[in-house]
Structures are given as structure tokens and as C-alpha cells.
């Protein structure tokens, strides 16, 4: 059974940064798409960085050049670096991975980040 849990959201000022971490279990992660998704109150659920397993990375317009998305195959592990946070980054953060040899996706539980003065 796969499983993500994530970790690292917080409350910080704008301007600050955050890394999010998010750990999988029971899949052959080094093989999987993987990527960040977020919902902000009252709006819908976007995608804001992914990485393929040949190491293609996007990025959503609103992220590029503050944030960074990174995995680490031998530990399992994903990462989203936030930098110059702003307050419309406020949202809840979750990690989302992609099996291609079974067709299925799988999501972490969220984690809150808040950007606030």
C-alpha cells in the first residue's frame, strides 16, 4: 500500500521561507512522477511544481524562481523549497505521486502553509 506523509508547513512572514517534505512508502519511487499540488481558500486545487522520474521538471508561472522541487530517490523523499514567500501563497500543500506501471495516483493528507504578517 502506498503511502505520502508529508511534513514542514508552518506560519511564516511574507518574504520567509519554507521546505515542505513529503515521504513515501511501499511503491518504487525512484520510477514515479511526483509533484506538489495546492488549494487556496475558495479556489481550486492547482498544480504547482512536478518532477518525472527522467528528471523533467514545470513549475506554475506564479512559483517560478522562488520555489524548487527536489526528490531524493534513495530516501524515498520529495521536496518543495519555498523562497520569498507572499501571502497569496497561503493554501494548503499537498504531495502527489504518479505510478506509471499501475496507472494510480496517490496524495498526501495536506499540510497548512500560511504566509502572514
Known amino acids: 500500500q502506498v503511502r505520502l506523509v508529508e511534513s514542514g508547513g508552518g506560519l511564516v512572514q511574507p518574504g520567509g521561507s519554507l521546505r515542505l517534505s513529503c515521504a513515501a512508502s511501499?511503491?518504487?519511487?525512484?520510477?514515479?512522477?511526483v509533484g506538489w499540488y495546492r488549494r487556496a481558500p475558495g479556489k481550486q486545487r492547482e498544480l504547482v511544481a512536478s518532477?518525472?522520474?527522467?528528471?523533467?521538471?514545470n513549475y506554475a508561472d506564479s512559483v517560478k524562481g522562488r520555489f524548487t522541487i527536489s526528490r531524493d530517490n534513495a530516501k524515498n523523499t520529495m521536496y518543495l523549497q519555498m523562497n520569498s514567500l507572499k501571502p497569496e501563497d497561503t493554501a494548503v500543500y499537498y504531495c502527489n505521486l504518479f505510478a506509471p506501471t499501475i496507472q494510480a495516483v496517490y496524495w498526501g493528507q495536506g499540510t497548512q502553509v500560511t504566509v502572514s504578517s
Open positions: 518532477s518525472t522520474s527522467s528528471g523533467n521538471i
Open positions: 511501499g511503491t518504487i519511487f525512484r520510477i514515479n512522477t
